[in-house]
């Protein structure tokens, strides 16, 4: 039920995010989500990309710190409140949510938005159990 | 005005024939009294009968800060423990601290350095001597103290920190005299500013400013801020402490040695060999009457020139040159004294670093700042700028509890830092650049 998605660290100058997206689209790598963290020195750009571990090898040939992580995909009804159904139950569940952010497409009428927990497998179980919809990796990629 | 006459101002011939006397009682009592030495000596083919002129000084071998450690802590001590009164220790630095340890008699030679030095600055009896050179294992502050006191004059303890109180008893007790570091007189001039205290309606008068490397230029803007007259002032532990060489206030133009006390030469770091009065080199220092720790041809890798051209003053003492540089790598910041190589082996006691570092030196608001820069790899890496944070957070403290001083650490991208063959390029000193 987990997403793979790829983080790669880098430094706050300018250039270094188009240079990514360079690097990707060059490769035929297609972005399907991303999000960027950011401080005052570095930043963290998150991506979820239609092929994982190529998008993780070209970068790190180019020299870029990578790392692979998992992450949920979780649907939510496209109408006020539905956000606040998920982050509700997860909250009565004391599962922490490190970072969130939403996909870029829809999933019919749903939207989907995108959860890193401290707990992944028990955030999936509570999830599912819930009734919430959890999209298959396999699935995202080709959205 | 003259602290002590008759020795500052003696002729070269006489000054010469102290000198050697000096030197061979020091060399006699080191290679008596200490190992170190009379193994080097030994090594050398040469006994202290063959020190015959001050030019024999040539044939001794050089002692390092290496050989200190080594000997660590009393292993350069010339007398019993008994005869010990105070022991001081290099700062800021990791492993084992340079230890020095001085005789009844070397603090009251320090105390008359010191006050010779104050009087050369243009301090007399009577002053308010604001001494914020810290306190403690450092030599700054006790030893301007004990020579504020010698010369008679009213010595406030303030030691270093606490700017605003500085500011209050600076203004509320007259101060007329300042000690310090040359960077920290400009942001107390500028926190003065902010308290709403305006220098040039205080007392203060002279400032004596050591422990860091300064400018000509930096000296200007001193004195236009603080409306006081800047004096460069050199020391260094190993030798005695602040108080070695200061510029006198009727030349300033480059700083006189205590020649009856410390022999001084400037030599070609690469070959040992003197260099011609007047060009650059290291300054080399044998002291001459130390009890305590006396030290022969100790290398301070302090770059400067000599002169031993007469002064206006009418002090015949040599004259050295603002200290340019080091012949190694350590820096000055903030008056800590920090090797690269120390910054290296804190970065590799913590998980994962690799020790791809690059040191950034720097002035701002007249604060030296150091940043570190350490590469993040697929080890460091976490995609939870949390975790980033803290990790540069717990680097920052872990260099701030090993070697005292505040730094800024910033994460950088893999292979950022440049590699080189060789010597690696650890650090990028901008300060002079202002």
Excluded at chain 1, 46 to 63: M, S
């Amino acid at each position: 039920m987990q997403v793979d998605q790829i983080s790669i660290f880098i430094e706050n100058k300018s250039g270094r995010l188009a240079e990514v997206a360079g690097i990707l689209g060059e490769a035929g790598v297609n972005i399907r989500a991303l999000s960027l963290a950011d401080t005052s020195d570095f930043g963290i750009l998150r991506l979820i990309v239609n092929d994982c571990e190529k998008a993780k090898q070209i970068l790190k040939d180019k020299g870029f710190t990578v790392s692979k992580t998992e992450v949920v995909a979780i649907e939510v009804p496209d109408r006020p409140g539905g956000l606040s159904d998920i982050l509700h139950t997860l909250d009565r569940e004391s599962i922490n949510v490190e970072y969130m952010y939403a996909f870029v497409e829809r999933c019919e009428e749903n939207a989907v938005i995108i959860f890193r927990f401290d707990e992944t497998e028990k955030a999936i179980e509570i999830l599912l159990n819930q009734g919430f919809n959890l999209l298959q990796g396999e699935r995202l990629y080709r959205m | 005005m003259i602290y002590n006459e008759e020795f500052e101002t003696l002729p070269r011939p006489a000054l010469e024939a102290l000198q050697l006397k000096r030197l061979k009682s020091t060399i006699k009592r080191v290679y008596n009294q200490v190992p170190f030495y009379r193994e080097g000596l030994d090594k050398a083919g040469i006994i202290p009968e063959d020190i015959n002129s001050l030019s024999d000084l040539q044939k001794l071998p050089f002692t390092h800060k290496q050989d200190m450690r080594d000997s660590y802590p009393y292993g350069l001590f010339a007398v019993p423990m008994e005869e010990i009164v105070r022991i001081h220790a290099s700062s800021g630095t990791t492993g084992k601290p340079t230890v020095v340890g001085y005789t009844r008699k070397d603090i009251e030679v320090w105390s008359e350095l010191m006050a010779r030095s104050f009087v050369a600055a243009g301090a007399h009896k009577g002053d308010i001597i604001h001494n914020a050179y810290g306190y403690g294992l450092f030599t700054g502050g006790l030893g301007a103290h004990y020579g504020a006191e010698r010369l008679g004059a009213s010595v406030i303890p303030m030691s270093g920190g606490n700017t605003k109180k500085q500011i209050l008893i600076m203004k509320d007790f007259g101060s007329t005299v300042l000690t310090c570091t040359p960077s920290y007189s400009l942001y107390l001039a500028e926190a003065a500013l902010e308290e709403g205290v305006d220098f040039k309606s205080l007392r203060l008068r002279v400032g004596i400013f050591g422990a860091e490397p300064w400018s000509e230029s930096m000296r200007k803007e001193i004195e236009s801020k603080l409306n006081i007259c800047a004096i460069d002032i050199y020391g260094l532990s190993e030798i005695m402490g602040p108080g070695v060489a200061i510029e006198c206030h009727e030349a300033k133009n480059g700083l006189h040695i205590w020649e009856d006390h410390f022999l001084p030469e400037i030599i070609d770091p690469e070959t040992g060999n003197l260099v011609p009065e007047g060009e650059k080199g290291e300054l080399v220092i044998t002291t001459i009457t130390k009890e305590g720790i006396p030290l022969v041809r100790y290398r301070t890798r302090d770059i400067t020139s000599i002169t031993y051209d007469p002064c206006v003053c009418g002090r015949t003492h040599a004259r050295i040159a603002r200290m340019s540089g080091r012949s190694d790598d350590m820096l000055i910041i903030r008056g800590v004294n920090i090797f690269p190589s120390q910054i290296e082996s804190v970065l590799m006691k913590i998980e994962k670093v690799e020790p791809h570092y690059l040191l950034i030196v720097d002035r701002k608001d007249n604060l030296d700042t150091l940043e570190v820069q350490v590469e993040v790899d697929e080890q460091l890496f976490s995609d939870e700028v949390k975790h980033l944070q803290a990790l540069a957070q717990a680097i920052e403290k872990e260099i701030k509890d090993m070697l005292g001083v505040t730094c800024k650490v910033r994460l950088v991208e893999p292979k950022t830092i440049l590699r080189s063959e060789g010597k690696a390029k650890r650090v990028i000193d901008k300060r002079g650049e202002h």
